[in-house]
């Protein structure tokens, strides 16, 4: 498994987030997506989020994310949208005027990217057989 450290914890914590513009304009065009992905970036580098995967589509963000346990995917989440807004309405004045201090809606949809079932069986098994391997050493 690709698991991550911390200083006591191995982990594996991948989601797929989207989220919306406010009322769902067609806001992402040009050389504001390319400004607002490095954002988007930047913003996951500043709480050691990795971002595996993004896309920045006309009307809505997709993202697959590997998240500290540490963090939670809601919190993450209000981060991203709260800190990305007021970043890119500093990038992009003209958009403030348009839409008031408001850019991303107030929904998100969120679903786990985790391992294959038969890999966690097999990883059990193989945990299994090694705990039996070293209870018979210890006798």
């Known amino acids: 498994m690709g698991a991550t ?31 607002i992905g490095e954002i988007l970036r930047t913003l996951c580098e500043y709480k050691e989020v990795e971002l595996v995967k993004g896309s920045l589509s006309a009307d809505h963000v997709h993202i697959s994310v590997k998240i500290p346990p540490k963090l939670s995917v809601s919190e993450f989440r209000g981060y991203l949208k709260g800190k990305s807004a007021l970043m890119v309405f500093d990038r992009f004045p003209q958009m403030k005027q348009e839409r008031g201090r408001h850019l991303w809606a107030r929904g998100y949809y969120v679903s786990t990217v985790g391992v294959n079932k038969d890999v966690i069986r097999k990883y059990l098994e193989q945990q299994e057989e090694a705990d039996i391997i070293e209870d018979k050493a210890s006798q």
Do not use: A
């Open 5 to 35: 450290r911390l200083s006591h914890t191995r982990w594996d914590c991948s989601y797929h987030i989207i989220f919306i513009p406010k009322y769902r304009r067609k806001t992402f065009f040009k050389e504001g997506r390319k400004e």
